[in-house]
């Protein structure tokens, strides 16, 4: 993995979103569990689906720097030299700048949230900026990766995720003859 300064932040992103694996997994047992007694966790499915976005927005920026995200490399993967590194920078910077849009957005969506007291219509009435926060701390982290990224590739150096996926192709087993 590529050193950064930031890699306790990633790493704490990585927690948070295992975490949330975790207990949407604590609910659906407890809920299976409750259901052989003819009860139930009260707002199951709500509680798990805040943690599914938990899940997804938090392990943004980890799954990035590790090149786990799905790219479709039809164009880019043909190019090599020069051209390929001023195209990936201007992907990067376009990528940041479209992050950097929705995290605005999700923010003020959920300061309206907390700002308005918009509460789920579930079972439960949790208000919605706690889990509309976890979205905004997704993204927001993703942004930054990718800030970290455009500045690297901007000095010459190769972004995280190509790093990242260039170690592990050497890692890899080949089944040459």
Not at 111 to 139: C, K, T, Y
Request: glycine share 10%; with cysteine.
């Amino acid at each position: 993995m590529t050193s950064s300064p930031l890699n306790p932040l990633y790493r704490l992103m990585e927690i948070l979103s295992g975490l949330a694996l975790i207990g949407i997994g604590c609910i659906i047992l407890a809920d299976v569990g409750l259901r052989l007694v003819a009860s139930q966790v009260p707002a199951s499915d709500d509680f798990s689906g805040y943690g599914l976005v938990a899940v997804l927005f938090l392990g943004l920026a980890p799954a990035y720097r590790r090149g786990e995200h799905i790219r479709v490399g039809l164009i880019i993967d043909r190019i090599g030299g020069p051209v390929r590194h001023g195209l990936e920078t201007v992907l990067l910077a376009a990528a940041m700048v479209a992050i950097g849009w929705a995290t605005f957005w999700c923010g003020r969506m959920a300061f309206d949230s907390w700002r308005f007291h918009d509460v789920a219509s579930g079972l439960v009435a949790v208000p919605l900026w706690i889990p509309q926060l976890s979205m905004v701390v997704g993204l927001a982290v993703f942004a930054v990766a990718l800030a970290e990224d455009l500045l690297r590739a901007l000095k010459g150096g190769t972004p995280s995720h190509l790093a990242h996926a260039a170690a592990s192709a050497e890692d890899a087993p080949t089944f040459e003859r």
